[in-house]
């Protein structure tokens, strides 16, 4: 249950909540219906920018309203929402955990925040600019926690809470400030899941592991299929692979798109007073009622395309180096992502000599051939840092171009180079690429018509 407003030297002043009318009767608009879908896109759209952290910014928005009946609490946050009084005045940058179970913590209490964070995301909404930027954090990230020394950056909130989490992470970002938290009990993620009726993933391999810590069993089957909300959180965690944390954190990227499609549904509408009272459970934050309104407010507008997801930069540390396992950051790359995603400014060099570009190419079409011809047809205008890897395992009927980096004028130019595909902004792609090209069945419509 949220725990009120608390003030840091990391939260520089409250999100302006600008009143857009005041006073004024409102007439009901004759396009309820289609408000009222704008409202399940926005609740859904603020619910999987921060889903592979559990509930995220949906949960905190709704934790106000804690009496009266579920319509009730419905009626009232619309009523509050079609008034249009609310609006985010700036961007924010707001720090989202997802908190690992903490064995002897009484359900309900405080102390189920004080784990270490299984997820950790920066998210930004921008009015400005109409987007929501999401960093994923790997847990293992290797930073300076005061007080603890070099530790893995999931240790901050068990040590410190919620405060020094925001505090390290400003640090460890070149200082970008970090306005406010979000902390999000495990379970979250399982109801969320269960009520939107599963989640279709692609399982790339056999999943199997037992946490009896954490009381996750993971026993999941090749292929495609309907995840429920265990197994879409095993999907989400599995980190034994060759990836380890890093390959779980596209996996919770990939998660975070099919939770999406299911949120958009206009099914969902009837169950919204089933997803507040859901929200009331899990949720710690120190944003005000009015931002949370101002953050639903900004979802009604956004789309799909507006979620820019990127992972931050950085390598496997090698086993000479560390005791432990960790994720090295990348000081240039980090620059890169803070700069483009957190501090609107143009970090990119990529345009100035666009055929060192790193590019990875994996066939997601029906053609066996399509990936070594897209790697000549790359050659043929210059590229030479290019290199197939293993065929995508589901197909695609639109080629994905990957910004594995977060370098989106990079991935727009190899767009229009290309002639079709869209643009992806998050970190699905080949770990050490600037750009991944999943090569989908347009692909091979263009091919045809160039020869």
Do not use: C
Not at 222 to 245: H, I, V
Not at 366 to 389: C, I, W
């Amino acid at each position: 249950m949220g725990r009120g407003v608390k003030q840091s030297i990391h939260q520089p002043g409250r999100v302006p909540v600008i009143k857009k009318s005041k006073g004024s009767s409102r007439k009901k608009s004759p396009q309820q219906t289609h408000w009222l879908q704008r409202l399940g896109w926005g609740l859904s759209f603020i619910v999987v920018t921060t889903a592979s952290a559990g509930l995220g910014l949906t949960l905190a928005m709704v934790t106000p309203f804690q009496s009266g009946s579920k319509a009730g609490q419905t009626a009232g946050i619309t009523e509050l929402l079609q008034s249009g009084i609310y609006g985010i005045g700036r961007p924010v940058n707001i720090l989202v955990m997802g908190i690992d179970r903490v064995p002897d913590a009484a359900p309900g209490s405080a102390q189920v925040f004080d784990g270490r964070s299984d997820t950790m995301l920066l998210v930004r909404p921008n009015p400005q600019k109409g987007t929501v930027n999401v960093l994923t954090i790997p847990r293992d990230t290797r930073v300076e926690i005061p007080g603890y020394g070099m530790e893995k950056i999931n240790a901050a909130n068990a040590e410190g809470g919620a405060n020094l989490a925001m505090e390290v992470v400003s640090r460890s970002l070149n200082q970008v400030p970090v306005d406010r938290y979000v902390r999000i009990s495990t379970e979250a993620f399982r109801e969320l899941v269960d009520l939107v009726g599963g989640v279709e993933i692609y399982v790339p391999k056999r999943m199997y592991y037992v946490d009896q810590t954490q009381k996750l069993t993971i026993d999941l089957q090749p292929g495609l299929q309907t995840l429920n909300g265990e197994q879409a959180e095993g999907f989400s965690r599995f980190r034994y692979d060759e990836l380890g944390d890093i390959g779980r954190a596209q996996r919770q990227q990939i998660l975070l798109r099919a939770l999406q499609k299911r949120l958009t549904s206009p099914l969902m509408l009837a169950r919204l007073p089933q997803l507040f009272s859901l929200m009331q459970k899990y949720i710690d934050t120190d944003l005000s009622l009015g931002e949370m309104l101002a953050l639903m407010q900004f979802g009604l507008h956004l789309q799909p395309s507006d979620l820019n997801m990127v992972l931050l930069p950085g390598r496997f540390s090698e086993s000479w180096e560390y005791a432990a396992s960790y994720w090295i950051m990348d000081p240039d790359g980090m620059e890169r992502v803070v700069q483009n995603y957190f501090e609107d400014k143009t970090f990119s060099n990529s345009l100035e000599q666009p055929q060192r570009l790193k590019i990875a190419i994996q066939n997601a079409s029906s053609d066996p051939h399509a990936a070594s011809q897209m790697a000549d047809f790359l050659a043929s205008h210059g590229f030479r840092n290019v290199y197939v890897e293993q065929d995508w395992p589901q197909q695609k009927s639109e080629t994905a171009v990957i910004a594995q980096r977060g370098d989106l004028e990079a991935a727009q130019m190899l767009k229009s180079l290309l002639g079709t595909g869209q643009v992806q902004a998050d970190s699905t792609g080949s770990l050490d690429s600037d750009l991944t090209l999943q090569v989908g069945e347009d692909w091979l419509q263009v091919a045809k018509e160039a020869n």
